[in-house]
């Protein structure tokens, strides 16, 4: 193992706080693990994979379904790209695209997709602009086909070959992939939801590009302890730094608008406003991600410090105020996080 175990119990506020959300959520299990000042100091499992009866406990080797935390991959894919000449982050999306002749693309860069500014959506089936890029924000599914599309035509590697060849093989993981959803095997944690939830899609595809990215809750954490290491692993420099900086850094184009701070689809923190998912008293420069099963990974720089909670809920239970939920957890591993630093 990379990392030294080095539990406390400095961070018990943050397991209750996990434990307390998987009960609001009606999620049948949960994990918690938090790498700070380079060891392991909090790991914990709750609960069964599913409802069913016999269900497996929760265990390390647990995969969950993280939903939208996929895109720090995607991210990494589009880093790699860019700091290896494939395309630069300012280019128009134009010559990389089918019906390029489309009035939508007009302006669009990779740089508006990465950030969540290019003001592309579907409407009746069709692909309209409902701003000029980088004018506004919205969280909107076309740059994520777009960019997986993109990266693989220039690269000549999907993404889920890009991240294979420069992270999962050279460290070893085994407990993340993207899965064929009709042949899931005993590590998965099912995903409860709500039968009749539009936004739940499954495929088998494997390349990256959908949502069917199952990982567990030591690697996730591992993955962000990456990118707080700024691409060290092991003592040696696996990742250039540049694309991690890249990566987690702001790269909205006009960073003065009140609107969320994107790096490469990371979430990244700058001022605080009431719309975003990191709570106010974290601090400028920490980045997160959140998918829609309520799955996080925070990473504060500034503490030494990379979070990881884990549920296997898809959406959330009437009453449920996520975003309340989602910056509270961010403030209480940041409180966590401080008084361990200030005990030691």
Request: hydrophobic share 35%; charged share 20%.
């Amino acid at each position: 193992m990379l990392l030294k175990n080095d539990y406390t119990n400095l961070f018990e506020d943050v397991q209750t706080h996990v434990k307390e959300s998987a009960k609001k959520l009606g999620s049948s299990g949960a994990a918690l693990f938090i790498i700070h000042n380079d060891k392991i100091v909090t790991e914990s499992y709750f609960g069964k994979q599913s409802n069913a009866k016999h269900a497996r406990d929760v265990k390390a080797d647990t995969q969950f379904h993280i939903a939208s935390v996929r895109k720090a991959y995607i991210g990494f894919a589009a880093a790699y790209a860019i700091y290896n000449g494939y395309f630069s982050i300012d280019d128009p999306i134009r010559p990389f695209v089918e019906e390029s002749n489309l009035s939508a693309y007009e302006g669009v860069t990779i740089r508006h997709l990465l950030t969540h500014t290019h003001g592309l959506k579907i409407a009746d089936g069709k692909l309209v602009s409902e701003y000029k890029p980088g004018e506004s924000w919205a969280y909107r599914g076309p740059s994520i086909d777009l960019l997986t599309t993109i990266i693989k035509k220039t690269t000549g590697m999907s993404v889920a070959d890009i991240v294979k060849e420069q992270v999962i093989v050279p460290v070893g993981f085994q407990s993340t992939e993207w899965i064929k959803m009709s042949q899931p095997h005993s590590k998965i944690a099912n995903t409860i939801r709500d039968t009749d939830n539009p936004f739940w899609t499954e495929t088998d595809v494997v390349d990256g590009s959908g949502m069917n990215m199952y990982v567990s809750a030591q690697e996730l954490a591992l993955w962000g302890y990456l990118h707080l290491r700024e691409g060290k692993w092991g003592g040696k420099q696996l990742i250039p730094k540049e694309i991690i900086q890249m990566a987690t850094s702001i790269q909205t184009p006009n960073p003065r608008l009140p609107i969320h701070k994107n790096g490469f689809l990371w979430f990244v923190k700058d001022t605080n406003h009431t719309f975003n998912q990191i709570g106010d008293t974290v601090p400028k420069g920490s980045y997160q991600l959140l998918g829609y099963t309520n799955v996080a990974l925070l990473v504060i720089p500034e503490e030494n410090v990379v979070a990881v909670r884990m549920f296997n809920r898809y959406g959330s239970s009437d009453g449920y105020d996520y975003l309340n939920d989602i910056r509270s957890f961010g403030d209480t591993v940041y409180k966590c996080s401080i008084k361990t630093n200030r005990n030691q």
